[in-house]
């Protein structure tokens, strides 16, 4: 049986971590699938329960030397802790490094009482500071995962030994090669401590937003017992159906159903939604958001386990936890590039020392190969652009799920729309009327009392006109499938369909039943209104546009993808709305099992993108290259698409669209930086630049400079954040 396990892993210091802990585990039996991101500090399982099970996968991981916290809270306590660790470990080998400095140019004591505090000084900085170098290369080196830390301590290491074996056994040396390099070496150590104190800072900025989301949910809920007393419980006891109270001021603990009170709600970190919204009893309010006005009680309609909020959460962590493809050929580069660097390495000495006679560069050279080259940067360059652009995405209401599609949507050539829902707002309005506004006073009066949405469409169309609707009507008569009749002070008054009409012998005027059927033809709604027999018109309803899609269309066309209309509708309604919004491609009266058909004939031309809504569309959700939901659809749509938009949008379409595109450059611009570095770096580090201009890099600059490689790739990853969509 097959069994999905997220844990939270720390310990994890560069990207090779992550490659290594994959490595070992997908060679266990019964591990199905593995994905480490050490971006996220998350590991994604895959396991047959029958042969493997969840407490050997924790005590493997932490065999290799790593940590599996419980929840986010403790992860995010150990990262804390480490960063700390990171910091003081940098100010205690930068402290200790300038010592050495200073002993080594200025002569404060004899030569050798001077020679002897400088080696004690660099054992501390060597063995003490770098020994975590030292542990993570051994397990790097046990698990044949050869990564950054391998290359650090063979680096440092060659530099100290060399330099102690001078203070110690000159004599093994001729006069001209006794030379020591203690203060290169406690130099890398302290850069590269300082590169990964940078590196863990950044990368904690680059998952801002998902910590956000994680602390919106309260702790604890004002739970209402039976007697409606207060008793403040734990989020995670709410049951479903519980009754809970949220004041002025409080976040909404769970998804809920507004059971009595109003008030308004700000859902600007879910929605993105800048304003706040009024709700009232019978809506849904969701865990995270704020009641800024207004003392509600709700009813429990998810658990918080089940919550808009933590599935979001969840999504966005699975998200973060996966690769692109350009991201797995970036890996196997630097898998395989740690063995071949130590061979450039001993190539580099051999040449130097053994071919040219320079043993003094031939140490000098060899080490800085070993120590500029480190994959770091080349590792970093995907996962910190894909969790800066996954949390980009949720700032700005969309929610990436599978962030593989960032590389296809530059090769999208079809967007393909469903109606209702999506490119409409699914809402009933009156779109035309031929009733005198001298009625309106009496109709919206009626209508008021009525739940139906044809009811709610009218009165909100006549208050929007700023006529009130405030006449008490008693002994009204909803007639289910047809409409309202009521008798006020003697006058019969009908609102509903024709049915209603015929059946209570009212008379349709010509002009009335031409403008009934002129509104019918175009598939409109139409409700005839009669006073005493006599009809006085009629309400045209149908379905609004969404305020962006008519830009939504434009801005498609202008980036050269094809808008395409695939609806269940009627031709002559989907006709209307593709006029309206100018899409010449129109499919419609189709099923669900032919929407998926006339995906798969489109993708045959080329890839397709799917925006729908509905049940109706989760089958070509899924089937489109890219699927896009909207969070106001059903469960199984959202579950069936790439991106979700949480805000629900249309514009967000397009801001995914540009997301993506600004993403790839940033991907491509780091693996460009992480191979011309190290194209540029090892042959200045190997000493071609020697015989032409003199310059040879010692130790201390190639750790320099390859410390700050892996911070200029995370920095520019960063700027996502700043991006205009």
Not at 520 to 529: P, Q, R
Not at 546 to 563: F, Q
Request: charged share 20%.
């Amino acid at each position: 049986m097959t069994k999905k396990i997220n844990l939270n892993i720390s310990g994890m210091t560069c990207v090779n971590c992550s490659n290594g802990i994959e490595k070992f585990l997908s060679r266990q039996k019964g591990i199905l699938e593995t994905h480490v991101s050490f971006a996220s500090s998350e590991g994604e399982f895959q396991i047959d329960s029958k042969l493997y099970s969840k407490e050997k996968l924790i005590s493997q991981i932490e065999k290799l030397g790593y940590k599996v916290e419980e929840d986010t809270k403790a992860l995010e306590a150990e990262q804390m802790k480490s960063f700390k660790e990171l910091k003081n470990l940098f100010i205690t080998s930068i402290s200790i490094t300038i010592a050495i400095f200073i002993l080594a140019f200025s002569n404060i004591f004899e030569t050798p009482l001077n020679t002897y505090l400088i080696f004690i000084l660099a054992s501390i900085v060597q063995f003490y500071c770098g020994a975590r170098f030292y542990k993570l290369a051994y397990k790097a080196v046990r698990n044949r995962n050869y990564d950054m830390n391998v290359l650090v301590a063979l680096g440092t290491s060659a530099a100290y030994f060399y330099s102690s074996f001078v203070v110690f056994l000159p004599s093994l040396f001729p006069e001209h090669l006794r030379f020591m390099y203690f203060d290169g070496a406690a130099v890398i150590i302290s850069f590269v401590i300082l590169g990964r104190f940078l590196e863990e800072n950044s990368k904690q900025k680059a998952s801002d937003f998902l910590k956000n989301l994680m602390k919106l949910a309260p702790e604890n809920a004002n739970l209402l017992d039976k007697n409606h007393q207060i008793k403040v419980i734990p989020v995670k006891e709410l049951k479903l159906e519980n009754k809970v109270l949220v004041k002025t001021g409080e976040k909404i603990p769970v998804d809920g159903l507004i059971i009595e009170g109003s008030a308004d709600i700000n859902t600007a970190m879910i929605t993105g939604e800048s304003l706040p919204v009024f709700k009232q009893m019978g809506d849904e309010v969701l865990a995270g958001t704020l009641n800024t006005n207004g003392v509600i009680t709700i009813q429990v309609i998810k658990e918080s386990s089940d919550t808009t909020l933590s599935k979001i959460i969840t999504l966005l962590k699975s998200a973060q936890s996966k690769q692109i493809p350009i991201s797995r050929f970036a890996d196997k580069i630097a898998n395989i590039f740690v063995p071949s660097v130590i061979i450039i390495s001993i190539l580099t000495f051999l040449v130097w020392g053994v071919v040219l006679g320079d043993f003094q560069n031939a140490i000098i050279a060899s080490i800085s190969v070993l120590i500029i080259s480190c994959p770091c940067a080349l590792g970093l360059a995907t996962p910190i652009a894909i969790v800066s652009s996954v949390s980009r995405g949720a700032k700005e209401g969309i929610l990436i799920k599978n962030p593989e599609i960032l590389e296809q949507i530059k090769e999208i050539e079809y967007a393909v729309f469903d109606k209702t829902g999506t490119l409409t707002k699914g809402e009933i309005s009156v779109s035309n009327t031929d009733i005198d506004e001298k009625y309106f006073k009496i109709i919206g009066s009626i209508e008021k009392y009525s739940e139906h949405p044809i009811s709610k469409a009218i009165v909100s169309f006549i208050e929007n006109k700023n006529i009130s609707c405030s006449n008490k009507i008693e002994d009204i008569d909803i007639i289910p499938g047809q409409g309202i009749k009521v008798i006020i002070d003697n006058v019969e008054y009908l609102l509903g369909n024709k049915k209603l009409l015929d059946d209570n012998e009212a008379l349709i005027s010509k002009e009335h039943l031409s403008f009934y059927e002129q509104e019918l033809n175009k598939s409109n709604g139409v409700i005839l209104v009669s006073i005493d027999k006599k009809t006085v018109g009629s309400f045209s309803l149908e379905d609004e546009l969404r305020d962006d899609a008519i830009e939504v269309i434009k801005d498609l066309k202008s980036m050269g993808i094809k808008p395409v209309l695939l609806t269940g509708d009627n031709k002559i309604t989907a006709s209307k709305i593709a006029k309206k919004l100018q899409i010449d491609e129109v499919y419609a009266q189709v099923i669900p099992t032919e929407k998926y058909e006339v995906i798969k004939r489109l993708q045959e031309k080329s890839k397709v993108m799917f925006i729908g809504d509905g049940i109706n569309d989760a089958p070509s959700i899924k089937q489109a290259n890219i699927g896009i939901t909207l969070n106001s659809g059903s469960d199984i749509s959202k579950d069936a698409g790439d991106i979700v938009l949480i805000n629900n949008e249309l514009k967000s379409v397009i801001k995914s669209i540009n997301l993506s595109v600004e993403t790839m450059k940033i991907v491509k611009q780091n693996l460009f930086w992480a191979f011309a570095y190290n194209t540029v770096g090892i042959p200045i580090a190997a000493g071609v630049l020697f015989p032409f201009f003199g310059i040879i890099l010692t130790p201390m600059y190639a750790g320099i400079a390859m410390s700050f490689s892996s911070v200029t790739v995370v920095l520019n990853s960063l700027r996502l954040k700043l991006k205009t969509l």
